[in-house]
């Protein structure tokens, strides 16, 4: 019975000497390398190519001629007021200067610069033009109305009581246009003056 106790003992010794020699040599061993899981390749999207919108181009306005309106009605107003046929103190209607040339002009500027040479004058008195768009509204005109036709201008001019009608033009080649002046007398319809000029830039 000892000699199995003893036998025993000595088997259970080695089996723990052994099973601590095999965990030393499991301790010792360096950890098998951990292979990383390979990830599929991240592709980025492909960034949308986006068109530029088209940009519409507004189309520039025709220039304007600069032209200097007070230096060519000048002379024509000088020649107007030395008429054989005015009759000094009378009332003067002065009309929209017309355009009658190829392209845009100013003649609101043209219409302004007439009324201007004449505001000093001693041979007329001027209807304000207050006055002929008061006289317009009342007999059913429009205010932009440029009084093209003779027998509208006589009867504006006998309701605001003036004498003389003055008609402007300009005309022919817008770039070099051609001012055209007649004065009318109201009574009769006769035109009792006319002159022309070219319209200086």
């Known amino acids: 019975m000892k000699n199995q106790i003893v036998k025993f003992s000595g088997v259970l010794a080695l089996s ?4 601590g020699c095999i965990l030393d040599e499991q301790r010792s061993q360096p950890p098998a390398p951990v292979e990383p899981i390979e990830q599929p390749p991240v592709t980025q999207p492909e960034p949308e190519i986006t068109q530029p919108e088209p940009v519409e181009t507004v189309p520039q306005p025709p220039k304007m001629q600069t032209l200097n309106w007070s230096a060519s009605v000048a ?3 000088a020649q107007m007021l030395q008429a054989d046929d005015v009759t000094p103190g009378s009332v003067l209607l002065v009309d929209k200067v ?5 392209g845009s002009l100013q003649t609101a ?86 002159g022309n000029g070219d319209v200086q830039h």
């Open 98 to 102: 017309k355009n009658s040339t190829n």
């Open 75 to 77: 002379p024509l107003v």
């Open 16 to 19: 723990l000497f052994l099973s």
């Open 109 to 194: 500027k043209a219409t302004a610069a007439l009324q201007q040479a004449l505001a000093s004058n001693s041979q007329f008195t001027l209807i304000t033009p207050q006055q002929l768009s008061v006289a317009k509204q009342t007999l059913g005109l429009s205010a932009e109305d440029s009084l093209v036709s003779r027998s509208k201008a006589i009867g504006l001019a006998r309701y605001v009581g003036a004498q003389y009608v003055l008609y402007s033009n300009a005309e022919g080649n817008v770039k070099t246009p051609e001012l055209q002046m007649q004065l009318m007398l109201v009574q009769t319809g006769e035109i009792i003056w006319s």
